[in-house]
């Protein structure tokens, strides 16, 4: 809310009306099917990695490297994308695809769990800085071995085979199977977190791991299986974009989504089902964003002013929601 | 429970705001709507913002139309998006002006075969999509016959985009202008693998100046180049449009294009119904791309050798590839008396004797 008011201020020192860019904002995330539409296109990737990221945010574990592990799940699953026959059925294609990704995902999120484990390395250094070596990764095999020689030196793969893309579940829309996916993988995190003895014992490291090892809790194995399974999550988002949205794989596969789906998290107070509603406002704005562009011509970094406002009045909500300041005067 | 609260209160919130906003929903005429999509900021001082001033000159020669445009559009899903408003909002002519949004376009264009599709720069075409691009490389060849006459080392630097067949065949036709008027030059190519950065553009021309090159073109979409050349008192040569503001000591020339010629051109057939898709390849003679006036460094005789060959540019008896041409490796590539090809101008993938470097191998 005090966000929504901050980025009002912004558009106004602009010199728009930022009530008609709110409506603008609005109409243009839910205004129409086809809005609506194109902002679950955008909630699908953060739904699917903000339920990976709850999984080790609950153990206090951050996990800054969705970012990174959604590129790696995105180049193992264009492996077989590309180097597969044309005539591979659908399903065993997409199945192998989504495995590649999960399994790229989760050793690019095995690296950082184990310095943490092992030489205390602190996981917020290293699963941002992992973000930029994926990142050179994705570049190698873009201007290497996997440029589409027909792309003019552009660095771009081959379109992938139709079998190799993602169905559509809604004809005329861009929604893709990949929602569906997000939808299981938030209720399996959500039974995992809230009713499993694994997920139990996450939340008792996270609040405290010295109690959590007297108590017999193997730290070791429960973050490094943690780890993993937030790290294919976001690499199975990467799978997802580019075989169901994309369907090549280029240098920009938009893996900001990382990044956003941190903020998503936090603002679903790390409750996965809350991440669906949270995941789908948030594409709401990404998606309305273009659209205040397109009618008000105000920048699209609003948008980025907007998302970071609502986000800095909600943490800062949470102070107030922890501490109580005490206007009494001192005794 | 709180957090369910304000969210309620959030929806009614915006639809408040949906009711304020009111309905203004106005009575559509039969006007024709352009859209233009930027993969900069419209004012970027170069590629984006020449196609900007393209969508003006449009704007002002058929001023009974509507036109807008996106900027900073990533290529991939975003771009798809992008297009797919505009279509939706029923926008009838989309031009989009970056290489990466060829793909997301030809998927668009599928859905909507009403709408008319026009993408620069790429190779792509459907029955409502057609291609559009400048032959560059004929005042390319003239900056480098300005360049041949202006260096005093022979070193010449060129930082240079993407090994695409448009950039190696501008670094060739420039490398053969400035040989022809000076057979010891070089051109010493540096890739930034980027169309605008403008922080790794200073840095290639940096690396070229430390390296002896006293005159840098550009062949990137910043002026940062042509900013870190006159800085060390050396000469530069701009792309895109008019780079003499930027750095007015140091810019010779600039080769720039006039997109609005040919976004005029487009807009009458689509309202006249004779446009078809097609893969316009313009020239300048047809007025798409053009030599800036030089700066007031270049001495008269180098301006009118360059002016004598526009000429015979203009009424077609010359060609920059016209052979003798050899490659890097002294072949003969192009024999006396015969031309390159279109198609083979169009994919070119190989360098010309003079260019010091070397074009990235793609995979399979």
Redesign the interface.
């Known amino acids: 809310m005090i966000g929504l008011i901050i980025g009002a201020l912004v558009i106004a020192s602009k010199g728009t009306n930022p009530f008609t860019a709110y409506k603008a904002l609005i109409m243009g995330a839910f205004g129409s099917s086809y809005a609506l539409s194109e902002t679950l296109v955008t909630a699908t990737p953060l739904i699917i990695i903000s339920a990976g990221l709850i999984m080790v945010f609950n153990m206090k574990f951050w996990n800054i490297g969705a970012y990174g592990q959604y590129i790696m799940g995105a180049i193992f699953s264009s492996f077989f994308a590309l180097n597969s026959a044309p005539t591979t059925s659908p399903f065993l294609l997409l199945t192998m695809m989504s495995i590649a990704g999960i399994i790229g995902g989760a050793l690019w999120a095995l690296i950082p769990a184990l310095l943490k484990l092992v030489w205390e390395v602190n996981e917020v250094v290293t699963t941002l800085l992992l973000n930029y070596v994926a990142l050179f990764v994705l570049k190698y095999f873009m201007y290497g071995p996997w440029r589409d020689p027909a792309s003019h030196g552009f660095p771009l793969s081959k379109m992938f085979s139709p079998n190799a893309q993602l169905p559509i579940i809604l004809n005329h829309t861009r929604i893709h199977f990949g929602i569906v996916f997000g939808i299981i993988i938030v209720l399996v995190i959500y039974v995992i977190i809230k009713k499993t003895r694994f997920g139990y014992e996450n939340r008792v490291i996270g609040e405290n791991n010295i109690a959590a090892n007297y108590a017999g809790i193997n730290i070791f194995k429960n973050t490094l299986i943690a780890m993993a399974v937030s790290g294919g999550i976001a690499g199975l988002a990467g799978m997802t974009q580019i075989s169901g949205v994309i369907h090549m794989l280029q240098l920009e596969i938009n893996p900001n989504y990382g990044y956003t789906a941190i903020i998503v998290a936090w603002l679903a107070a790390l409750n996965p089902i809350a991440v669906l509603v949270i995941a789908i406002l948030i594409g709401g704005i990404e998606a309305g964003g273009y659209h205040i562009q397109m009618i008000m011509h105000v920048p699209f970094g609003i948008v980025g002013v907007i998302e970071s406002s609502i986000l800095f009045a909600l943490l800062g909500g949470e102070i107030f929601k922890t501490y109580r300041i005490d206007f009494r005067r001192r005794r | 429970m709180k ?1 369910i609260l ?2 309620v ?2 929806l009614c ?2 639809s408040a ?2 009711f ?2 009111g309905q203004k929903e106005q009575k559509k005429e039969q006007k024709l709507k352009v859209a233009f999509i930027y993969v900069g900021p419209h004012n970027d001082g170069g590629w984006s913002q020449s196609h900007d001033n393209g969508r003006l000159y449009l704007q002002k020669q058929i001023p009974g139309i509507e036109t ?1 445009y ?9 771009a ?3 297009m ?3 279509a ?2 029923g926008y009838n002519i989309i031009f989009a002006t970056s ?2 949004f060829m ?1 997301p376009m030809l ?1 668009v264009a599928k ?1 909507y075969p009403n709408i008319v599709f026009e993408h620069c720069s790429g ?1 792509k075409t459907a029955k409502n999509m057609g291609t559009y691009f400048g032959r560059m490389y004929q005042p390319d060849y003239l900056a480098g016959l300005a360049a041949g006459f202006m260096t005093k080392t022979n070193y010449i630097g060129f930082v240079a985009p ?7 065949r501008e670094i060739n036709a420039f490398t053969i202008g400035a040989r022809e008027t000076n057979p010891k030059a070089e051109v010493h190519v540096i890739w930034t ?1 980027s169309w605008f950065d403008p922080v790794k553009e200073a840095n290639a021309a940096n690396t070229l100046l430390a390296n002896n090159a006293d005159i840098i073109a550009s062949g990137v979409d910043s002026p940062a180049a042509l900013q870190a050349a006159e800085k060390q008192g050396k000469y530069g040569i701009g792309y895109d449009s008019d780079m003499s503001s930027f750095a007015p000591k140091a810019v010779l020339t600039s080769r720039i294009w006039h997109w609005g010629v040919y976004y005029t051109k487009a807009v009458k057939e689509v309202q006249a119904g004779t446009w078809k898709s097609s893969q316009y390849w313009g020239s300048m003679k047809d007025g798409i791309v053009s030599l800036a006036p030089f700066g007031p460094m270049v001495p008269d005789n180098v301006k009118q050798y360059v002016e004598k060959k526009q000429k015979q540019i203009l009424d077609g008896t010359f060609d920059p590839f016209m052979g003798p041409v050899y490659d890097q490796s002294g072949a003969l590539k192009v024999k006396k008396g015969e031309q390159l090809s279109d198609t083979d101008k169009l ?1 070119i ?1 190989w360098f010309v004797q003079g260019v010091v470097g070397s ?2 191998k ?3």
């Open positions: 957090r304000s969210i209160v959030l919130f915006a705001i949906i304020a906003g807008t996106s900027e900073n559009v990533p290529e991939g899903a975003p798809e998006k992008v797919r408003d505009y939706n909002q290489f990466g793909d998927k859905d190779y993407f090994s695409t067949p448009e950039v190696v693998n994919n993938q074009i990235p793609s995979g399979s």
